[in-house]
């Protein structure tokens, strides 16, 4: 019998779009991918040439449960230098990627019916993480006039006996905006504790950095990782920076159910660190054209986007012109104009009528998938009779 937990978990629309993408791709057409958030570049070659020599050193075994010396040594130099922030290496768990990170950390945070503040948009994934332990997300909604920002009032009122953390993802995932200052700062003044996705840190093309929940109180857990930055995502390797009473128990989880990161990847990780720089600088410059680029073409095909995405590699648009039913609209432009976007819907009840549209492709792509949009918009000005 299947249980109800795996039963009901919802499926990541994102990733239904990607295999119906793939579906036509095996049937002959040509899809324009603009739905996954993964980037399109080549890990580095220091990168690979590090893990490459990790397997010829014999660094092919189980490394320590909470990562190997040298790459928790190098994360918390990494924050210290970008942030001015202390972290012991001994406050950092690595993790094989964000996802196991996020699994781990609600298994030690979370009773039945505890809560977690969440924003709306947000990664699709967070919510589904909470209910599988048998939490609840408390929801707050976040607008595009608005920049998608988090307000503190608004969050404060949804803190109840149950809240146990508050959960901030800056630069975001689907909406690309920054979280200010500010609103950090008084969010961690509010009691829970606060929980920072900080995946998409380095990703950011505006004249203001991203900042580290840390900055403002070590009372917080960051979730970070080597998937987007460095264009790692094959090798999941990820890491939580955690107050030391979280570090035991997250150890054990990992002990019992991964047992420990792959320690080749670890080493492309140290490496990732303290020699990638001018890879990511130059990975970082072209995310940004890419992202001028398509927020003018968009514009002209008449999407009026208010405030511009500043980092990650993501656009969410407002399509309610088009049809308020994103998950039909977003397959509706695949198989009639071949260009794969995300659904709003999967990112929330608040992005329902909006789509996500990645630039983790070349410029080539991008350009030929507005053109794409553009004809489809000609033959279809009001798709599915919205």
Not at 156 to 164: L, N, P, Y
């Amino acid at each position: 019998m299947i249980t109800a937990r795996a039963r009901d978990i919802p499926p990541f629309i994102v990733m239904d779009v990607s295999e119906k993408a793939e579906q036509m791709q095996r049937e002959g057409r040509h899809v324009i991918h603009l739905e996954i958030g993964e980037p399109d570049f080549d890990t580095p070659e220091c990168i690979k040439a590090a893990v490459t020599r990790a397997m010829a050193e014999g660094r092919t075994h189980y490394s320590h449960s909470l990562g190997i010396w040298e790459l928790r040594e190098a994360i918390a130099e990494d924050y210290f230098r970008r942030y001015g922030v202390h972290v012991s290496p001994d406050q950092i768990v690595v993790t094989s990627g964000t996802s196991p990170a996020m699994f781990m950390l609600f298994a030690t945070l979370l009773e039945a019916d505890d809560e977690v503040i969440l924003s709306d948009p947000g990664y699709a994934c967070y919510p589904n993480f909470i209910r599988f332990f048998q939490g609840r997300p408390a929801f707050v909604n976040v607008y595009e006039d608005d920049g998608y920002q988090l307000h503190p009032d608004q969050v404060q009122a949804r803190i109840t006996d149950r809240t146990r953390a508050i959960f901030v993802n800056s630069p975001a995932n689907p909406t690309g905006q920054l979280l200010s200052p500010d609103r950090m700062q008084t969010l961690t003044e509010l009691g829970p504790l606060v929980i920072s996705d900080e995946i998409y840190h380095g990703l950011v093309y505006g004249p203001d950095p991203e900042h580290s929940i840390l900055e403002y109180t070590d009372r917080a857990v960051v979730l970070n990782g080597f998937s987007k930055l460095y264009a790692m995502t094959g090798f999941r390797l990820g890491y939580i920076i955690a107050p030391p009473a979280f570090i035991r128990p997250i150890q054990k989880i990992q002990q019992n159910f991964f047992i420990a990161a792959s320690t080749p990847a670890q080493w492309g990780g140290v490496t990732a660190l303290r020699e990638a720089g001018e890879d990511v600088a130059r990975m970082r410059t072209i995310y940004d054209q890419r992202r001028r680029f398509l927020i003018d073409g968009l514009r002209r095909l008449g999407f009026d986007i208010k405030v511009e995405p500043c980092g990650a590699f993501y656009i969410l648009v407002n399509a309610r012109h088009l049809h308020r039913d994103s998950y039909a609209l977003a397959f509706d432009i695949l198989e009639k104009a071949g260009v794969g976007v995300s659904p709003g819907i999967d990112f929330g009840a608040n992005a329902e009528g909006c789509l996500r549209i990645s630039y983790c492709n070349s410029m080539e792509n991008i350009a030929e998938g507005l053109r794409r949009l553009d004809a489809y918009l000609d033959q279809n000005p009001r798709p599915l009779s919205a």
